[in-house]
């Protein structure tokens, strides 16, 4: 839906620059005032934020804020504005980015306080909010492309921060090629776009397509764009094939984790999906892709993390779980469910594991379930926190997970694509099921992290208050968000497409009983790990190759090891020895070696004597002359 009120708006640079200015003084200040550093990336983010909020005080029904900064390039017919844009779901966006980042950034001053390189950690932090800003405000598929790589950069950045731990520094690595290879299908989007529209403004190309009198003529042409974009998606979004990333991300300071997995990074393949609803829903066949793939990877994720003892790794597979819900419901055409759930999930994921960088301060960095037990006594808000978190995205009536992951379930039963006809009641079991899975794990996780008793050798004592305050405040936005599901509904229907999606807010009575699955998945995992203890260990040794098989993430980046990887390192050591040193660099060193030989063949009449000039003199003009006689 195209909206026709458009009001010039400055203030929308001041968002983006006050985390870009933050990273800059962050890291000049902080260097020789460490202490200063988290401060003030901390208090630029809360300036973005504040700003955010008054621009969506402001934001009308229908209205669009726009910022124009300069004409980036101009070639025919073709050209490309730095604009900025304000709308519905701009703000949504930049309130969750911006708030829970807010948040992020007072935590990590206490998580980060004894770290040396703290300047270079906030300057980080401030940049990755800068880039994710530019992404969800840029008003073409050009400057949404650069927070696209600036926040796949910071990523890297963040997640190597530890660089001296080379595991550290492969993980960050791992991280920035895998999103290159899903940015390479969003870029053939945008030249493909490009091409056939002439345009990569949004609103100019959601114009076009609309203005075409018979659609279904440009369908083939929006699949593949759609199918491109969606590859995208798939990388920075952690779906199969591109989600082996995301677990090894963990590498990175938690507060790192929390900020990409929560409220930004992940989420942009989302955002971007909804932001392009104008081409996914006229490419029906690339929706049902994105439908089963996002089936597939929710199942397969939560299957995985039911088998992780690493509490940041049970998190991390939880979040690409989460991530398939997510495109379910975009994939399904209800757009505003799938930001619904990226709203509530920013909430209780960005508390769960800021409250597993709590107990991983608290327990002096052990992050091993196995290791831990009996917290809940010892460090009770976090639990506290932690806990509600949990029921959240277990599904639990009436925390914020049940209404969105309810609502996200209600659209995948009403989907009206064709090509899903057959096998839509097969998605909606996989859907279930994992949901039940959800809840399992993440009452596992909380059995062995909290109750029982304590297994670990240090002695650990709750966190200090500037890192329990962010807990408490985003453990009270999980609760409560989802009632708002109406109003974001009514707030995003003037920028996204309804579709038949709509948000019904039942009685607790029936929303108690609609929660059935979360009661079923944390009942069977209290009774397996608090009464019936030595029962996982007897079903493993059951069921060893799956258990193996789970715990060894179905061997997936063994898999990819053996057919891509090893291959390629084949190919371009083969290249370097063969191609480079012998070829190039022999090339090269040939020519040296030629024109030294040549040199000393000269030198050797460079004698110094006189008398042997003479000699080539007399001998040269006898030639000379000859020549002249003969001619």
């Not at 939880?318 to 399904?332: D, E, I, N, Y």
């Not at 920013?346 to 091993?368: P, R, T």
């Not at 899975?437 to 650990?460: D, N, Q």
């Not at 070696?593 to 030198?603: H, N, Q």
């Amino acid at each position: 839906m195209i909206s026709e009120l458009v009001v010039f708006e400055p203030k929308l640079a001041h968002i983006v620059l006050s985390p870009l200015i933050g990273s800059i003084l962050a890291f000049l200040i902080g260097k020789k005032f460490k202490a200063m550093a988290g401060w003030i990336a901390s208090a630029a983010a809360l300036i973005a934020f504040a700003i955010t909020v008054g621009l969506f005080q402001k934001l009308s029904h229908g209205s669009i804020f726009e910022y124009k900064l300069f004409q980036w390039m101009s070639v025919g017919d073709f050209a490309v504005d730095f604009t900025f844009r304000f709308d519905a779901l701009t703000a949504v966006m930049c309130l969750v980015i911006t708030g829970v980042g807010s948040l992020i950034h007072l935590y990590s001053i206490s998580y980060m306080s004894e770290d040396e390189s703290k300047h270079r950690f906030f300057s980080y932090l401030n940049l990755f909010l800068f880039s994710m800003l530019l992404l969800v405000l840029g008003g073409n598929l050009l400057i949404l492309f650069i927070g696209w790589e600036g926040v796949g950069l910071c990523s890297y950045l963040l997640i190597g921060f530890w660089f001296k731990n080379l595991s550290y520094a492969a993980a960050g690595k791992k991280a920035f090629v895998v999103n290159r290879i899903g940015d390479a299908g969003f870029l053939l989007a945008i030249f493909l776009i490009s091409q056939y529209f002439g345009t990569i403004d949004f609103i100019a190309l959601e114009t076009k397509i609309q203005g075409f009198t018979d659609p279904t003529l440009i369908v083939p042409i929006l699949t593949t764009i759609a199918f491109c974009l969606f590859i995208g998606a798939t990388g920075k979004s952690a779906q199969i094939p591109l989600f082996v990333w995301l677990p090894d991300a963990m590498a990175g300071p938690t507060p790192v984790s929390a900020l990409i997995h929560a409220a930004t990074m992940v989420t942009a393949g989302v955002y971007m999906m909804a932001r392009c609803s104008f081409i996914f829903d006229l490419a029906p066949y690339a929706m049902s892709v994105v439908v089963i793939i996002a089936a597939l990877t929710a199942f397969v994720a939560g299957t995985i993390a039911i088998a992780q003892n690493d509490i940041k790794k049970v998190l991390a597979y939880s979040t690409v779980s989460q991530l398939g819900f997510m495109f379910l419901a975009a994939g399904s055409g209800a757009y505003w469910v799938a930001i619904f759930h990226v709203i509530t999930h920013a909430f209780f994921k960005a508390c769960l594991f800021l409250g597993a960088g709590s107990v991983i301060h608290g327990c002096h960095h052990e992050q091993d379930m196995r290791h831990m037990g009996g917290l809940a006594k010892k460090m009770p808000i976090t639990f506290l926190t932690y806990l509600v978190s949990t029921l959240a995205i277990a599904g639990v009536a009436p925390l914020s997970g049940y209404w969105s992951k309810h609502a996200i379930l209600a659209a995948l039963e009403q989907n009206p694509n064709p090509y899903l006809a057959s096998m839509l009641n097969i998605i909606v079991i996989m859907a279930s099921i994992t949901a039940v899975i959800t809840a399992f794990y993440m009452t596992r996780s909380v059995a062995m992290t909290f109750l029982g008793e304590y297994k670990g050798h240090a002695h650990p004592h709750e966190s200090p208050l500037l890192m329990t305050l962010p807990l408490v405040v985003l453990a009270g936005l999980a609760s409560v968000a989802g009632y708002y599901g109406g109003d974001l509904a009514h707030f995003l229907e003037s920028v996204l497409p309804v579709n038949g999606a709509h948000f019904h807010l039942e009685d607790i009575k029936s929303a108690l009983l609609h929660s059935w699955p979360a009661f079923l998945g944390m009942g069977v995992a209290l009774i397996v790990y608090t009464q019936l203890k030595e029962l996982p260990n007897k079903i493993f040794n059951m069921f060893r190759p799956i258990g193996k098989l789970l715990q060894n993430k179905y061997y997936l980046d063994e898999i990819y090891g053996f057919v891509i990887v090893r291959p390629l390192e084949g190919m371009a050591n083969l290249l370097w020895t063969k191609v480079d040193q012998s070829v190039v660099d022999g090339a090269v060193n040939g020519t040296a070696a030629i024109v030294d030989m040549s040199g000393e063949a000269v030198r050797s009449f460079q004698t110094g004597q006189v008398r042997t000039y003479m000699v080539f003199m007399f001998v040269g003009m006898v030639v000379i002359f000859g020549l002249y006689l003969a001619l």
